[in-house]
């Protein structure tokens, strides 16, 4: 909805209803007054026409350039009925009217009347009147909306009491976020107590983080945390095709929101409007979304002193590509990190989204907190409702604990796809390759630990799979730990070798996961005795999307080039080399876990631990003394 005064009907509204008045009489008289005037002659087809002359039956012709208009001979030299014809060209008629004694002339252009006059000069733009007042009316219902509102702002206003009202109790794991925007809803509510010991309130708050983790939640959380009008309006919706919409639209939201204030202006997708100007995505200074950036950042550079508490709350997941004018102090004075939550914020958002679920009593959410790491808000929220679909699918009353590992098993693997048969070859190949994965894991650490072990077929791609879940949160790993992931990622095709003496393509995402991380750990970690601490890849990429194979490096020279790969190739060689020896020297174990997975498709929980447990390092190379 938008807050504004409902407009008087103008005068231009008041002439185009008095023009379509007249429009509608003209019209009428032009359907009614032939009927008034007498009836027209009747039509008759032109071979009629010619019979009726060839028999003698026509007295009079009268040869129009679209008509001809005739008379039949009527008894006792009466005047007959007057008929009408389409003309066709023939030039014989003539001479057949002639020949009959029939009187014929052309018939003189037409004298249209000052009626008829007037009917073309004024009816064509009295439609085009009533044409435009339709689509005015049909576009807003208002003398302020439709057609002419195009540069007129499409935010959404929210006021208290209009809808569900949301503060800060209904968002969680994000503490350090809310502890930051609490101060903001002081500014709102109590601005005095601020300026009067000379505080300038903030202009702008800049919330940034990954899709999904409640940018948009807070946004609302501190509007109703502070009962005032909260605008809403996403970047895209400033950029039309017409130039100057844009940054039309800018102004006309700050006028309303100055209007409303204190208040608070929501933007969503900060991004799409505020994209640097030098990373040559502009052409030229008179591009449209370049004039609505400077329109933006006019505005929230140009609030007077009354106007001090309407505060700007911006959003995005890509901080690295807004301009350097949008971020400095006096516009968005501060960065908000909405980052994913930890353990303790997943169980309590998990907490939240639960309330409205009927929940059993086996159901422990710390324990599904614990299997979640890296879920954002978003897909805690898809989770819950995931295990409450599937138990009304198992028509049980309430969510148990197993809806919700089978929901992140579907959310992490994929769906289980029971139409995908392996023969048996396939089904002990996958075997062995996960219990591989299972048995490295196991023994190298970072790489979490070892939850289950399947060979059920889910998603797109995976013929089967290993589950590790780290213990705790993790925000730093080692050299160690890193080579140990890539040695796990390798354990299932390692295992393929010995078992096999061969390999297969169902390696093919391992082998790219564990090349990527060891490219990182060379061009990005600097953990490479060779190269030194250095940086090799390019910047200006998202801090959220994380790294993946496609990051491009820095302009090197071939020889570093060649250096970077050759270190590469060290770093999985090394860990493969230490799976296949892991591996042998656990080779029974290998068969027995086998054996067990082939027979009962998943092997999980305290099963799984206690075969693992019985995991042997492997054996150190025999070292060669020189006397």
């Not at 601005?191 to 948009?216: C, N, W």
Request: negative net charge; contains cysteine.
């Amino acid at each position: 909805m938008s807050i504004k005064d409902k407009p008087n009907p103008s005068r231009s509204r008041l002439i185009g209803n008095i023009l379509l008045g007249v429009s509608g009489l003209f019209l009428l008289g032009n359907l009614f007054l032939p009927a008034l005037l007498g009836p027209r002659p009747t039509g008759a087809p032109y071979s009629l026409f010619i019979h009726q002359v060839q028999e003698g039956e026509v007295s009079q012709v009268s040869v129009g350039q679209n008509q001809i208009l005739y008379q039949l001979k009527g008894e006792n030299g009466a005047p007959g009925q007057v008929l009408t014809t389409t003309p066709i060209f023939d030039l014989e008629l003539p001479k057949l009217l002639e020949s009959k004694g029939i009187e014929f002339a052309a018939a003189p252009p037409p004298k249209n009347g000052w009626f008829t006059s007037l009917l073309g000069w004024v009816v064509p733009p009295l439609i085009f009147v009533a044409i435009w007042q339709f689509f005015v009316a049909r576009g807003g219902g208002g003398g302020q909306q439709g057609v002419l509102s195009i540069g007129k702002s499409k935010a959404k206003v929210y006021v208290e009491g209009e809808s569900a009202k949301i503060t800060f109790a209904d968002v969680a794991g994000v503490e350090e976020a809310k502890t930051e925007l609490v101060e903001i809803v002081d500014f709102l509510k109590s601005p005095g107590r601020f300026t009067d010991i000379g505080a300038r309130i903030p202009k702008g708050v800049l919330l940034v983080g990954p899709p999904g983790t409640g940018k948009t939640l807070l946004a609302k959380a501190v509007a109703g945390e502070a009962g005032v009008p909260f605008f809403s309006i996403s970047g895209s919706e400033f950029v039309e095709m017409f130039v100057g919409v844009g940054s039309s639209r800018v102004r006309d939201l700050f006028e309303q929101a100055k209007k409303q204030a204190p208040c608070i202006i929501f933007i969503d997708e900060l991004d799409a409007i505020g994209k640097s100007r030098n990373s040559g995505g502009f052409y030229g200074g008179n591009d449209e979304r370049e004039q609505t950036l400077n329109q933006l950042l006019t505005e929230m550079d140009g609030f007077a002193a009354g106007d001090a508490t309407v505060i700007v709350l911006a959003a995005t997941n890509r901080p690295e590509s807004l301009d350097s004018a949008l971020l400095r102090p006096g516009r968005f004075d501060r960065q908000v990190l909405v980052d994913r939550p930890d353990l303790a914020g997943r169980e309590a958002i998990l907490n939240i989204h639960s309330q409205k679920v009927k929940l059993g009593v086996d159901v422990n959410l710390r324990a599904i907190a614990t299997r979640t790491p890296g879920f954002a808000g978003a897909d805690l929220a898809n989770l819950v409702n995931e295990a409450a679909l599937l138990a009304a699918r198992n028509h049980r009353l309430t969510v148990a604990q197993e809806d919700f590992a089978e929901a992140i098993e579907r959310v992490v693997a994929g769906l289980e796809k029971k139409s995908r048969v392996l023969n048996e070859t396939e089904k002990k190949i996958v075997a062995y390759h996960e219990v591989g994965h299972a048995i490295v894991g196991a023994m190298t650490t970072g790489s979490g630990r070892v939850e289950k072990i399947s060979i059920v077929p889910r998603g797109m791609a995976a013929l089967g799979y290993t589950l590790q879940l780290p213990t705790e949160d993790r925000f730093l790993k080692d050299e160690t730990e890193l080579r140990g992931e890539i040695a796990t990622l390798l354990g299932g095709r390692s295992a393929e070798e010995i078992v096999f003496g061969s390999i297969t393509t169902g390696a093919s995402n391992d082998l790219q996961r564990a090349t990527d991380l060891a490219e990182r750990m060379v061009t990005t970690y600097g953990m490479s005795k060779v190269l030194g601490p250095l940086a090799y890849q390019q910047g200006q990429q998202s801090m959220f999307l994380g790294n993946g194979s496609s990051n491009p490096r820095r302009a090197v020279s071939e020889e570093t080039s060649q250096a970077i790969d050759r270190e590469v190739k060290e770093i999985v060689e090394g860990a493969h080399e230490q799976a296949l020896s892991l591996l042998r020297n656990n080779r029974e174990l290998l068969e027995t876990i086998t054996a067990q997975l082939l027979e009962t498709e998943v092997i999980e929980g305290e099963t799984l631990y206690a075969l693992l447990g019985q995991v042997k390092a492997a054996a150190e190379a025999p070292k060669t003394v020189l006397v």
